[in-house]
T-cell receptor, first 115, second 114 residues
Framework: EPEVTQTPSHQVTQMGQEVILRCVPISNHLYFYWYRQILGQKVEFLVSFYNNEISEKSEIFDDQFSVERPDGSNFTLKIRSTKLEDSAMYFCASGAPEGVNTEAFFGQGTRLTVV | AQSVTQLGSHVSVSEGALVLLRCNYSSSVPPYLFWYVQYPNQGLQLLLKYTSAATLVKGINGFEAEFKKSETSFHLTKPSAHMSDAAEYFC????????????FGQGTRLTINP
């Protein structure tokens, strides 16, 4: 069964450093998403990406964040200068083309720890 | 705008007992509704979804949920709890049309007592 894969599973970084979280969505999907879950809290939407551009972003997704689909298969989330409060589990998700009755498929997540 | 409220951050039931996890939603457009399960240190797995077809939706692992428009609810049930059901459960809503951004509830941690 096709799945969304995320790497690494756990990343530890120093405050102020840049991190890139990587995701390989399901191959025929056209919608891509990043969500995050701070420990003990609910899953929060960060950004959606369609047709090579951001289609929607939350207020959390400020100038420190960026997304990219560099090569048609990977989908990355970059945090330019990490803060302690960026520590969270980050989930990538992908969804099928519009008009198809489906749901978002989630990866296993990357746990980011900023120290 | 859409929102989800899950009543009860923590539910505890005995093995073999009925599981009922409550979810109420608010949506200005016809919604898709979902229940996801998260086992410890794992990602989100879809349990079931409502997409405007049958109002009673059956999912994996014996779970089902009923969409009640008049009550704006989408409660999750399972007739007989199993120890392996212990996990965090999230209700989520998205618009029926267009992009599938999900708005999640706070989650309900389900504990199963032997």
């Amino acid at each position: 069964e096709p799945e969304v894969t995320q790497t690494p599973s756990h990343q530890v970084t120093q405050m102020g450093q840049e991190v890139i979280l990587r995701c390989v969505p399901i191959s025929n999907h056209l919608y891509f998403y990043w969500y995050r879950q701070i420990l003990g809290q609910k899953v929060e939407f960060l950004v959606s990406f369609y047709n090579n551009e951001i289609s929607e972003k939350s207020e959390i997704f400020d100038d420190q964040f960026s997304v990219e689909r560099p090569d048609g298969s990977n989908f990355t989330l970059k945090i330019r200068s990490t803060k302690l409060e960026d520590s969270a589990m980050y989930f990538c998700a992908s969804g099928a083309p519009e008009g198809v009755n489906t749901e978002a498929f989630f990866g296993q997540g990357t746990r980011l720890t900023v120290v | 705008a859409q929102s989800v409220t899950q009543l009860g951050s923590h539910v505890s039931v005995s093995e073999g007992a009925l599981v009922l996890l409550r979810c109420n939603y608010s949506s200005s457009v016809p919604p898709y509704l979902f229940w996801y399960v998260q086992y410890p240190n794992q990602g989100l797995q879809l349990l079931l979804k409502y997409t405007s077809a049958a109002t009673l939706v059956k999912g994996i692992n014996g779970f089902e949920a009923e969409f009640k428009k008049s009550e704006t609810s989408f409660h999750l049930t399972k007739p007989s709890a199993h120890m392996s059901d212990a996990a965090e459960y999230f209700c989520a809503v998205s618009p029926l049309q267009g992009a599938q951004k999900l708005v999640f509830g706070q989650g309900t941690r389900l504990t199963i007592n032997p």
